[in-house]
């Protein structure tokens, strides 16, 4: 596994690009992107990093667990996963309208 980063903007979380798309084929996602206090430069030392993950359809709960696990060892922070199919519809917009995709 790689070291852990210290990610403070969207282009650190680009340059880990190739580790995170590993991590999201391993754990049966095949589609990422950045979204939330990241994207919009707004990072305070206690922010979390928001990922929209498109999984494929035989995932299972534990990929989410897994994935989420391994991203936040990967970036050194916290991170929501928020899988695509589960985004809430009024927040849908204000999503997909800042989401950056890897």
């Given at each position: 596994m790689a070291e852990t980063a210290t990610i403070h903007t969207l282009e650190d979380?680009?340059?880990?690009?190739?580790?995170?798309?590993?991590?999201?084929?391993?754990?049966?996602?095949?589609k990422v992107s950045v979204f939330g206090s990241c994207?919009?430069?707004?990072?305070?030392?206690?922010?979390?990093?928001?990922?929209?993950?498109e999984f494929e359809?035989?995932?299972?709960?534990?990929?989410?667990?897994r994935l989420t696990q391994r991203l936040e060892e990967l970036v050194g922070r916290k991170v929501d996963v928020v899988p695509k199919h589960a985004?809430?519809?009024?927040?849908?917009?204000?999503v997909t309208g800042e989401m950056q995709s890897l």
């Open positions: 979380i680009r340059r880990l690009r190739p580790q995170i798309m590993e991590l999201a084929r391993r754990h049966r996602a095949y994207v919009r430069g707004e990072m305070r030392a206690d922010s979390d990093i928001d990922f929209l993950i359809s035989d995932f299972r709960l534990t990929d989410v667990i985004l809430r519809k009024e927040l849908e917009e204000s």
